[in-house]
Each structure stands twice: as C-alpha cells, then as structure tokens.
C-alpha cells in the first residue's frame, strides 16, 4: 500500500468519525428535542385538565356530560385501580395504554409516559396523577400523535446518512488530490534518482519551488548529496585517468629495460662468443637495467599502497 493511499484513508477516516460523530448527536439531539416538546406540551394538558376548575367527572361543578365522556381530545380518566373511568369522545372504543410499570409509577405520584399503537398510528401517552388531601384520586392520560416526528426523523436519519457518504466520498478526492500534491517533490526526486542510476549524470537536481518543510528540507538534502556525489564522481574520474597515465608511463618505463635485457642476453648467446671485456660490459648494462626495473615496480607498489590506504 502507497503512503498516498494510506494518508487518503486516514484522512478520510478522521473525517468519516467526524462526520458519523456529528451526525449521531444531531439525530440524537433532534429526537431528544421534539420528545421533550411533546411531553411538555402533553404535561401542560393534562396539568390544565386535572387543576382546572372542570376537571373530570365527579367534581361538584362539573357539567353534565354523556355518561363516560370528557371534553377535549385524546383524553382518558383512570381510577388507582387502572380501571378506564371516562374518556373523549375520539377515543370511543379505544383504550390509552398503561403498562404495568407505568400503573405503579403513577399509583406512588410519579408521571409516566410511554409510546404505542392507538388507531393503527403511534401516539405518545402521558400519564399523570390527580392528588386530592395527599393521595391519589385518579389517574389522567392525555395522548399526542408521533408519526410526524418519526417521519421528520426518517427524513432526517435519510439525510445525515447521505449527507455523510457524500462527505466522505469528498473527503477521499480531497485527500487524494492533497496527498498527491504533498508527495509530488519525493515523486520528482524519485524521478531523479532513477534517471541518475539509469544515465550517470550527477549533473541533475531536483527541481522544488514549495515552501522550506519537511518535503523542501528533504529535497535540499538531496540535491546537496548530488553536488557531494557529482564532486567526488568527478575526483575518481580524475584519479583513474591519473592511474591510466601512470601505466601507460609505467609501461613504457619496463617495456624499455626489459628490451635492453632481452638484447643483452642475446648478445651473450651469440657463437662464437664475445670476449671478456665485452661480456662485462653488457652484464653490467643488464644490471643496470634491472635495477631500473627494480626502482619502477616500487615505485608502483607504493602507489597501489597508497591507494589501497585512501580506499580504506
């Protein structure tokens, strides 16, 4: 895996937690919110209805109505029992539910509410206790449709989730193009350093006009080792055409005594054989020949100790 597709992805995954972060708390917010409204506005009922001075049947000053029917709108009446009381006329043969727990919590004087089914819709049920001379009385249930918040909450769970994949996708282009804008100098210097290995050309740089960061820092290196690499190429260029001299010089130097020796010993083979004084003379001229020889191949092991040490 390229360091551009794995700065792409982490990339995109810091954005894609973002975002999925995001996301998740708004939807929670917005669910949180429009819940907390309708029980508000649910609470403010039913505290409206169980205060007001026309409450529920059975008080004094209550106007007669058709046997088990109160005014208003999805409105239901329980005794401490659970038993259904009264209820609007909207809810004729429909019950609000309470569940078991919910009947608990409201016989000790706690509110409860909860969601369910009423009329094939879903509805959120408040229920709240009627306190009279410290106790429980009765039990009032007021009830609000929901579909419109679930369906406001689809739209917005739809949304979000598009909406993210959308930003991630973005996000991976983004980081993408950014990588690759990032890396283009070690791309360049890549480029560079296969073209010297292929061409032996010291001579070349890399051509960087960013700002001085990490990449800039990195490309200066690089072309400070080019001009290091090129000034020491040039040095061993130098040295070897030094050396290619010195043996063509060298060459010429034995190739000289080794022909006098060569002629001298022919002389001393030739019959009929030359006199004493002559044979001295050139024994002598071969010693003097092989003492020159003797001198260049020092001369030469010198040298190759030299730089055999340099080398070191």
Excluded: C
């Amino acid at each position: 895996m390229s360091i551009r597709l794995r700065l792409t992805l982490l990339y995109s995954a810091i954005v894609a937690l973002t975002v999925i972060a995001f996301s998740a708390a708004l939807y929670v917010t917005q669910a949180q919110t429009t819940l907390d409204s309708i029980q508000t506005a649910l609470a403010r009922q039913a505290d409206g209805f169980s205060h007001g001075p026309r409450g529920f049947p059975g008080r004094p000053d209550e106007p007669s109505f058709p046997s088990g029917y109160l005014p208003g709108r999805w409105t239901q009446v329980r005794n401490v029992d659970g038993s259904v009381n009264a209820r609007t006329v909207d809810l004729s043969g429909t019950t609000l539910p309470l569940s078991d727990a919910g009947l608990q919590a409201v016989q000790n004087g706690k509110v409860w509410s909860e969601t369910a089914q009423v009329e094939e819709q879903p509805v959120l049920v408040f229920s709240q206790p009627i306190v009279s001379q410290g106790r429980v009385t009765s039990i009032v249930q007021v009830a609000a449709p929901i579909s419109e918040r679930e369906q406001a909450l689809n739209n917005l769970r739809f949304i979000l989730l598009v909406g993210s994949a959308l930003a991630i996708i973005a996000a991976f282009g983004i980081g993408w193009w950014l990588s690759g804008t990032a890396l283009s100098p070690i791309h360049r210097i890549t480029q560079t350093a296969q073209a010297i290995g292929a061409e032996h050309n010291f001579s070349r740089r890399v051509q960087h006009q960013g700002p001085s960061d990490e990449v800039g820092q990195l490309a200066t290196t690089f072309n400070t080792m080019l001009t290091e690499l090129e000034l020491a190429f040039r040095q061993l260029e130098q040295s070897l055409e030094s050396q290619r001299r010195f043996v063509a010089d060298a060459s010429h130097e034995l190739r000289t005594p080794l022909t006098t020796i060569r002629g001298n010993i022919e002389l001393l083979r030739h019959t009929p054989p030359m006199d004493a004084k002559e044979q001295t003379e050139v024994l002598a001229d071969t010693t003097d020949e092989i003492e020159r020889m003797i001198r260049h191949v020092h001369q030469l092991l010198v040298l190759a100790r030299a730089d055999a040490g340099h080398s070191r």
